[in-house]
C-alpha cells in the first residue's frame, strides 16, 4: 500500500485506478490482485490521460477476461447484462494491437450503424439470437458498397458474414457470454470468381501500362501515372500475393522483407503478426529480383492501386459481377502454374500461396535452401519470360520509381 493516500484516480474501472506518479512522466495503473493480497501496479506508458484510459482499459480487459466485477471495491460478480455497444468497444480495445483491426473495425462499425438506424441502443448481448441476426443479415445486404468515386456495388453475402463473424467475436469476448448465435462458413456464402486471365489477358495488362494508346495526354505521362499499378502487376505475377501483401512489398532494410543475395522476398513485413492468411517468405524470379534491386523503399507508391485497377479493367472489358478484382491475378497465375506442374509439385504452389507452410524452425531455414520451391519458380519465370514478349518491357523497363504519379 502506498505511504500516503492517493489522489482521485484520473479514470477507474473495476477497481482499476489511473493515476499520475510523483516525479515520474508516465501514468499509473494501479490494482489489488485478489491472488497474491496485496496491491500491485503498472505504467501506462503514456502521459496523455486518454491514451492512458485505453491502457488501462486494455489491462483490466486483459486480466478479467471481461468478466464482471464490482466497479467500486473489484470483487467478481454474477455476470449482468452487458449492452452489446459495451461488448463491441471493449472488443475493439482488446484488437488495438492486432493486425486485423483496420478489417476488424469497418466489420463491427455496421453493426453499431444497425443499433443506431433502428433504435436498438438498449441491446444486451443475451438479446442477440438467431432472428436477431437474421433481420441484420437482410439489412446490411440491402445496404449497397458505395466507392470513393461514388459507384455503387451490391453487398455480397461473404461480406455481410465478415461482420456476423465479428460480433460473435466480441459477444463470446465480453465475459461469461456465449453468443446465441453462428456465423455461417465461408464456403457456404462465398461466391468465388470463376474468371481467370490466360497469358494473353495478363499481357494486355502490362501493355495498357507500358505502351498506352494514343490518347488525351502524352504517353509518357500515361506511364507515369500507371508506374503503380505496373508494379503492382509485376509484384502480383512474381509472388502471387493477395493484393494486401503486394502493397506492403518494400526494399526498405528495416522491413526485413527483400534479400537480394539470396533472392528470396518474405511478404510478411518485420513486426507485422501473422494471421490466418499467412503470408509465405517465397523466391523471386531473375526479372523481378532486378525490379526490386533497382527499387528504394515500397515498391507501389501510394496506398493503394484499387482505382487505377478498376479504370483498367473497364478499359480492357474485363467481366464486372465481382470477377475481375485486385486478386484476379493471383488467381490466374496460380491456375497456369498449377496447369504446368506435375501434380507431385502441386505442394510447392500451396506453400507460394500460402496455404501451408513448414513448421516454425522449418520456416526459418528453409527458404535459404537452393532447391527451395524451385520448380514452382521455373514455372513462374516461363510465365514472366512470355509476358515480355507478348508485352515487351513488362519486366525488362527499370527504375519506375522515377516514373511515379507527380503529387
Not at 495503473?29 to 491502457?55: C, H, M, N, P, Q
Not at 470483487?75 to 447484462?81: I, N, V, Y
Not at 491475378?329 to 507460394?352: D, Y
Request: with cysteine; aromatic share 6%; net charge positive.
Amino acid at each position: 500500500m502506498p505511504a500516503t493516500k492517493r489522489s482521485k484516480p484520473l479514470y477507474e474501472r473495476g477497481g482499476y485506478q489511473l493515476h499520475r506518479r510523483e516525479g515520474r512522466t508516465a501514468l499509473e495503473i494501479v490494482w489489488y490482485d485478489e491472488e497474491r493480497k496485496r496491491e500491485r501496479s503498472a505504467s501506462a506508458r503514456t502521459e496523455d490521460v486518454e491514451l492512458g484510459r485505453a491502457a488501462l482499459d486494455r489491462l483490466y480487459l486483459e486480466k478479467t477476461k471481461g468478466e464482471a466485477f464490482c466497479p467500486t471495491c473489484g470483487q467478481r460478480r454474477e455476470a449482468t447484462r452487458v449492452y452489446l455497444t459495451a461488448a463491441i468497444a471493449d472488443y475493439l480495445t482488446l484488437s488495438a494491437g492486432k493486425s486485423s483491426i483496420d478489417a476488424i473495425r469497418p466489420r463491427l462499425t455496421h453493426v453499431l450503424a444497425y443499433l443506431v438506424e433502428k433504435d436498438l441502443a438498449a441491446t444486451a448481448c443475451d438479446d442477440v439470437d438467431e432472428d436477431w441476426i437474421e433481420r441484420f443479415r437482410k439489412w446490411l445486404h440491402a445496404r449497397p458498397i458505395v466507392t470513393p468515386t461514388g459507384i455503387r456495388k451490391e453487398r455480397s453475402w461473404s461480406t455481410v458474414e465478415n461482420s456476423v463473424l465479428q460480433l460473435a467475436a466480441a459477444v463470446n469476448r465480453s465475459g461469461g457470454i456465449k453468443a446465441k448465435f453462428k456465423a455461417q462458413q465461408p464456403k457456404e456464402v462465398n461466391q468465388t470468381p470463376q474468371h481467370r486471365s490466360d497469358l494473353a489477358e495478363l499481357a494486355a495488362k502490362f501493355s495498357y501500362c507500358v505502351s498506352p494508346p494514343p490518347g488525351k495526354q502524352p504517353a509518357e505521362r500515361s506511364k507515369r501515372d500507371r508506374a503503380s499499378l505496373l508494379a503492382f502487376l509485376r509484384i502480383s505475377v512474381a509472388t502471387m500475393a493477395r493484393p494486401d501483401a503486394a502493397h506492403d512489398v518494400s526494399t526498405d532494410p528495416a522491413r526485413g522483407q527483400w534479400n537480394s543475395a539470396r533472392r528470396i522476398l518474405n511478404l510478411n513485413p518485420a513486426q507485422r503478426r501473422q494471421t490466418r492468411k499467412y503470408r509465405a517468405t517465397v523466391p523471386v524470379p531473375r526479372r523481378m529480383a532486378a525490379v526490386l534491386d533497382a527499387t528504394t523503399g515500397n515498391l507501389i507508391i501510394g496506398t493503394s492501386v484499387k482505382s487505377a485497377w478498376e479504370t483498367m479493367a473497364k478499359a480492357l472489358n474485363l467481366p464486372g459481377d465481382g470477377e475481375s478484382g485486385m486478386k484476379l491475378i493471383r488467381r490466374s497465375v496460380a491456375n497456369i502454374v498449377r496447369q504446368r506442374l506435375p501434380q507431385e509439385a502441386w505442394g510447392e504452389l500451396e506453400m507460394f500461396l500460402g496455404h501451408d507452410k513448414f513448421d516454425d524452425v522449418s520456416d526459418l531455414y528453409a527458404p535459404f535452401r537452393p532447391d527451395y520451391l524451385r520448380r514452382a519458380l521455373a514455372v513462374v519465370e516461363n510465365i514472366i519470360d512470355e509476358l515480355e514478349i507478348l508485352a515487351p518491357g513488362a519486366f525488362s523497363s527499370l527504375g519506375m520509381q522515377g516514373l511515379a504519379p507527380s503529387e
